[in-house]
Protein backbone atom coordinates (compact mmCIF):
# COMPACT_ATOMS: atom_id res chain seq x y z
CA UNK A 1 0.00 0.00 0.00
CA UNK A 2 1.18 3.47 -0.78
CA UNK A 3 1.78 6.10 1.82
CA UNK A 4 3.04 9.96 1.75
CA UNK A 5 5.45 10.37 3.82
CA UNK A 6 5.42 14.19 4.71
CA UNK A 7 8.83 15.73 7.00
CA UNK A 8 10.19 19.12 7.70
CA UNK A 9 7.83 20.98 9.78
CA UNK A 10 8.53 22.31 12.54
CA UNK A 11 8.51 25.75 15.01
CA UNK A 12 9.87 29.14 12.56
CA UNK A 13 10.24 32.70 13.38
CA UNK A 14 8.30 35.14 11.50
CA UNK A 15 10.28 35.77 8.33
CA UNK A 16 12.20 32.81 8.43
CA UNK A 17 11.61 29.55 6.22
CA UNK A 18 11.24 26.08 5.75
CA UNK A 19 11.16 23.46 3.32
CA UNK A 20 8.83 20.72 3.27
CA UNK A 21 9.21 17.31 1.64
CA UNK A 22 6.69 14.34 0.84
CA UNK A 23 7.76 11.18 -0.71
CA UNK A 24 5.56 8.22 -1.25
CA UNK A 25 6.76 5.01 0.31
CA UNK A 26 5.82 2.66 -3.01
CA UNK A 27 5.35 3.17 -6.67
CA UNK A 28 2.67 5.36 -8.04
CA UNK A 29 2.24 5.42 -11.58
CA UNK A 30 1.54 7.94 -14.28
CA UNK A 31 1.73 10.94 -11.36
CA UNK A 32 0.02 13.63 -13.52
CA UNK A 33 -0.39 16.31 -10.14
CA UNK A 34 1.61 16.87 -6.67
CA UNK A 35 0.43 19.91 -4.39
CA UNK A 36 0.68 20.94 -0.69
CA UNK A 37 -2.59 21.71 1.48
CA UNK A 38 -2.91 23.45 4.31
CA UNK A 39 -5.85 23.45 7.15
CA UNK A 40 -5.76 26.22 10.13
CA UNK A 41 -7.33 25.30 13.43
CA UNK A 42 -11.27 26.35 12.75
CA UNK A 43 -10.63 26.71 8.86
CA UNK A 44 -11.36 24.35 5.71
CA UNK A 45 -8.26 22.70 3.77
CA UNK A 46 -6.77 25.03 1.24
CA UNK A 47 -4.91 24.87 -1.85
CA UNK A 48 -1.15 26.62 -1.32
CA UNK A 49 0.78 24.86 -4.41
CA UNK A 50 0.27 22.78 -6.94
CA UNK A 51 2.74 21.56 -9.90
CA UNK A 52 0.56 19.55 -12.59
CA UNK A 53 2.89 17.76 -14.89
CA UNK A 54 6.63 18.90 -15.35
CA UNK A 55 5.98 22.25 -14.73
CA UNK A 56 2.83 23.73 -14.71
CA UNK A 57 2.61 25.15 -10.95
CA UNK A 58 -0.71 27.11 -9.35
CA UNK A 59 -0.38 29.05 -6.57
CA UNK A 60 -2.33 30.61 -3.94
CA UNK A 61 -2.31 34.11 -3.50
CA UNK A 62 -1.08 34.17 -0.16
CA UNK A 63 1.82 31.37 -0.97
CA UNK A 64 2.99 33.68 -4.68
CA UNK A 65 5.98 35.00 -4.65
CA UNK A 66 7.05 33.55 -1.32
CA UNK A 67 6.76 29.44 -2.12
CA UNK A 68 7.87 27.39 -4.28
CA UNK A 69 7.01 23.84 -5.43
CA UNK A 70 9.24 21.79 -7.10
CA UNK A 71 9.08 17.65 -8.11
CA UNK A 72 11.99 15.17 -8.46
CA UNK A 73 10.03 12.25 -10.02
CA UNK A 74 12.87 10.14 -10.09
CA UNK A 75 12.48 10.31 -6.52
CA UNK A 76 8.57 10.34 -6.49
CA UNK A 77 8.86 13.38 -4.02
CA UNK A 78 7.51 17.09 -4.28
CA UNK A 79 9.21 19.41 -1.88
CA UNK A 80 7.73 23.22 -0.81
CA UNK A 81 10.23 25.47 -0.13
CA UNK A 82 8.95 28.20 1.94
CA UNK A 83 10.05 31.11 2.88
CA UNK A 84 9.14 34.56 4.26
CA UNK A 85 7.10 33.04 6.66
CA UNK A 86 4.03 34.56 8.58
CA UNK A 87 2.19 33.61 11.72
CA UNK A 88 -0.98 33.39 9.33
CA UNK A 89 1.29 30.52 7.40
CA UNK A 90 0.75 28.06 10.56
CA UNK A 91 -1.17 25.46 10.04
CA UNK A 92 -1.04 21.54 9.27
CA UNK A 93 0.34 21.07 6.06
CA UNK A 94 -0.43 17.93 3.74
CA UNK A 95 0.92 16.74 0.17
CA UNK A 96 -1.24 15.30 -2.20
CA UNK A 97 -0.18 12.98 -5.02
CA UNK A 98 -3.01 12.43 -8.08
CA UNK A 99 -2.78 9.50 -10.98
CA UNK A 100 -5.29 8.69 -13.26
CA UNK A 101 -8.32 9.03 -10.62
CA UNK A 102 -6.66 7.92 -7.17
CA UNK A 103 -5.12 10.86 -5.14
CA UNK A 104 -3.05 9.49 -2.18
CA UNK A 105 -2.94 11.97 0.81
CA UNK A 106 0.03 12.18 3.53
CA UNK A 107 -0.45 12.24 6.84
CA UNK A 108 0.42 16.10 7.87
CA UNK A 109 3.15 18.23 9.27
CA UNK A 110 2.70 20.96 11.59
CA UNK A 111 3.92 24.31 10.38
CA UNK A 112 4.07 27.05 13.02
CA UNK A 113 5.49 30.50 13.01
CA UNK A 114 6.33 32.41 16.27
CA UNK A 115 8.24 34.58 17.48
Known amino acids: QVQLVESGGGLVQPGGSLRLSCAASGTIFSINAMGWYRQAPGKQRELVAR???????IYSDSAEGRFTILRDNAKNTVYLQMNSLKPEDTAAYYC?????????WGQGTQVTVSS
Open 51 to 57: IIGEHTT
Open 96 to 104: KFSAGRDDY
